[in-house]
């Protein structure tokens, strides 16, 4: 008979969030298989509890995600843990739920800390109806693409996005959605330095651009409404512009008409226009 899989969450950063059924699942399973075992080793020295660990993370799923199947199926219990949140969301954790579900092994769910819950729950937009993102991709066509998709959303949208990458991913959602489309940004959820900042993606890329982002973020964005025409962007009004040009029109009177069809400022239009030419 099959051991059963554990989804166990942990704390995504305030250690008092571990509930009573989390650590009572730690203490009586046979081992645990963790995203990064240096970190697991701090919580469960916090608990109290010594446990045999195997490491199970993006890049060696394939062979510990077998390695960890083979055990279940011979018995044991395993509980799985990421750094911090709960296993199996926006984690390579699902593919092992997959393999599970697949052989027959029993998954059981620990309810617990959750980041993208915690973020929607305290933005301030809707919450009926939501869609969860995760990381946008690194290779800027790829990110393009998926916005693209995203256009026409109604629902919420909840991103995660590293500090580093900040700023360039608020520049392409204002890009994508407008600059007067809201957004909760969540920062160090639950953590000493937690900070929610409710603004427009306008104003949130000005802030992050003068004042470097810290910690790891939750972005929560505002749907479109039904049947509203998104705004149109400075770049697609540069676009229209160099097309403008192109037909023969002075820069003066290709900007004028661009603004005028796009209902954008034609003197943000104008300076922009001639910054793209120097």
């Not at 919450?127 to 959303?153: P, Q, V």
Request: glycine share 8%.
């Amino acid at each position: 008979m099959p051991g059963t899989l554990y989804l166990v969450p942990t704390p995504i950063g305030n250690l008092g969030d571990i509930s009573s059924r989390m650590a009572e699942t730690l203490e009586t399973v046979d081992f645990i298989a963790a995203e990064d075992t240096r970190v697991t080793v701090k919580l469960l020295n916090h608990l109290g509890i010594k446990k045999p660990m195997v490491s199970y993370y993006r890049h060696n799923t394939d062979t510990s995600g077998a390695a960890v199947l083979e055990r279940l199926l011979a018995g044991e219990n395993c509980a799985l843990v990421t750094d911090a949140g709960t296993p199996a969301v926006s984690d390579p954790g699902e593919d092992l739920v997959a393999q599970c579900a697949s052989a027959g092994v029993p998954v059981v769910a620990i309810p617990g800390p959750c980041a993208l819950v915690t973020a929607l729950a305290v933005s301030g937009l809707p919450t009926g109806r939501f869609t969860f993102e995760g990381f946008l991709a690194m290779n800027k066509k790829n990110r393009r693409a998926h916005l693209e998709e995203l256009k026409s959303e109604q629902r919420t949208m909840i991103f995660y996005e590293a500090p580093h990458k900040l700023t360039a991913t608020l520049r392409d959602l204002r890009e994508a959605f407008g600059a007067e489309r809201r957004i909760s940004l969540c920062r160090e959820l639950s953590k000493l330095h937690e900070e929610i900042r409710r603004t427009t993606l306008g104003e949130a890329e000005s802030w992050y651009g003068q004042n470097p982002p810290k910690g790891e973020f939750v972005l929560v964005v505002e749907g479109g409404c039904p049947g509203q025409k998104e705004k149109p962007t400075l770049e697609q009004g540069l676009a229209r512009v160099r097309q403008l040009l192109g037909q023969g029109n002075t820069r003066r009177d290709a900007v004028r008409q661009a603004a005028e069809e796009l209902a954008l400022s034609r003197n943000a239009l104008y300076e922009a226009s001639m910054a793209e030419k120097s």
